[in-house]
């Protein structure tokens, strides 16, 4: 089976920086995918690492160790837009890739 | 414009009725899912397909079924609705291969009584 954690919520200001991260466990791993979800709304992706290192896309960058299950993303000069919930995912190897499971989500509150 | 349009937004089904959730994508994508999210709990996948013609279980199929008879459409079926369904649904598409974005509709929000 397979299994994410990220920490429930987390709070910064405007201008900051914040990390969210994500440990997992799985049977296999094809990668790790993070979204963003407004309330409300519908997830929309930000971003994917399917191998070690960071992967950096505008003011968001995402990190992976596959040695450790350890990911994160990292959010750089925090607006009040990016108040949000954000979602850590994986994909299992068995159903042929396609199982994808999701972490139980952080929820980000930037305040002025 | 392009992307996933869900079908009804919103509804209240009475317990054991039956109701068909409706998911069209017009970017041509194989793969479709469909999602529950309920609060604290993340989205949990309930069936998925790879490309039309197949269909293939997630986390929490029960008390479902999907069909994917083309690559646009693919509906997901609640048989006999029971209160636990009430939830929000969320269909999603992607391309195949590795890292590729899922696509996510605006959800159903299904209360079922």
């Known amino acids: 089976g397979q299994s994410l954690e990220q920490p429930s919520e987390v709070t910064a200001v405007e201008g900051a920086i914040v990390q969210i991260n994500c440990t997992y466990q799985t049977s296999g791993f094809y990668g790790l995918s993070w979204y963003q979800q407004h309330d409300g709304g519908a997830p929309t992706f930000l971003s994917y690492n399917g191998l070690d290192g960071l992967e950096e896309t505008g003011r968001f960058s995402s990190f992976l160790s596959r040695s450790d299950s350890y990911g994160y993303l990292l959010l750089q000069e925090l607006q009040m837009k990016d108040s949000a919930s954000y979602f850590c995912?994986?994909?299992?190897?068995?159903?042929?890739?396609?199982?994808?499971?999701f972490g139980p989500g952080t929820r980000l509150s930037v305040l002025p | 414009t392009a992307g996933i349009t869900q079908a009804p937004t919103s509804q209240i089904l009475a317990a054991g009725r039956s109701m068909t959730l409706r998911c069209t994508q017009d970017?041509?994508?194989?793969?479709m899912y469909w999602y529950r999210q309920d609060l604290g709990l993340g989205l949990r996948l309930i069936h998925y397909?790879?490309?039309?013609?197949?269909?293939g279980k997630g986390e929490v199929p029960d008390g479902y079924s999907v069909s994917r008879a083309n690559t646009d459409d693919f509906p997901l079926t609640l048989a006999s609705a029971v209160p636990s369904q009430t939830s929000v649904y969320f269909c999603?598409?992607?391309?195949?291969?590795?890292?590729?974005?899922?696509?996510f509709g605006d959800g159903t929000r299904l209360s079922i009584l």
């Open positions: 397909s790879n490309t039309a013609g197949t269909t």
């Open positions: 970017m041509r994508h194989n793969a």
């Open positions: 995912a994986v994909r299992d190897a068995g159903n042929y890739g396609q199982n994808f499971v």
């Open positions: 999603a598409s992607s391309e195949s291969g590795e890292g590729q974005p899922q696509h």
